[in-house]
């Protein structure tokens, strides 16, 4: 059974440094591409970044553009999500993705991506 399994939230200062972790086990993703999405309290669930498990092509939304970094690490199944000059609104729970798709247009929409984990709550204070 496919898993996704995220670590590395916490609760920071405006400023700080974080680096999520997302360990995917149970199948095969290296045709997916994993992404990372957040969900701030009354908000709906939104795009972070992306990248093709294969390929290392990395995908952002703007606002994190320049402050967070994608990664991968193939021998440990894992992606990253390094977390540079955080700010109060980047607090939200952040959930790690895959999705089956190689249109790259899909990357930003959940509703594409068909493996999740639970969540890690990542709060930054000001």
């Known amino acids: 059974q496919a898993q996704l399994v995220e670590s590395g939230g916490g609760l920071v200062q405006a400023g700080d440094s974080l680096r999520l972790s997302c360990a995917a086990s149970g199948r095969t993703f290296s045709n997916y591409a994993m992404g990372w999405f957040r969900q701030a309290p009354g908000k709906e669930r939104e795009f972070v970044a992306a990248?093709?498990?294969?390929?290392?092509?990395?995908y952002y939304v703007d606002s994190v553009k320049g402050r967070f970094t994608i990664s991968r690490d193939n021998a440990k199944n894992t992606v990253y999500l390094q977390m540079n000059s955080l700010k109060p609104e980047d607090t939200a729970v952040y959930y790690c993705a895959a999705n089956p798709y190689s249109d790259s247009g899909s990357y930003y929409s959940r509703i594409k991506y068909d493996y999740w984990g639970q969540g890690t709550q990542v709060t930054v204070s000001s």
């Open positions: 990248i093709r498990w294969n390929s290392g092509r990395t």
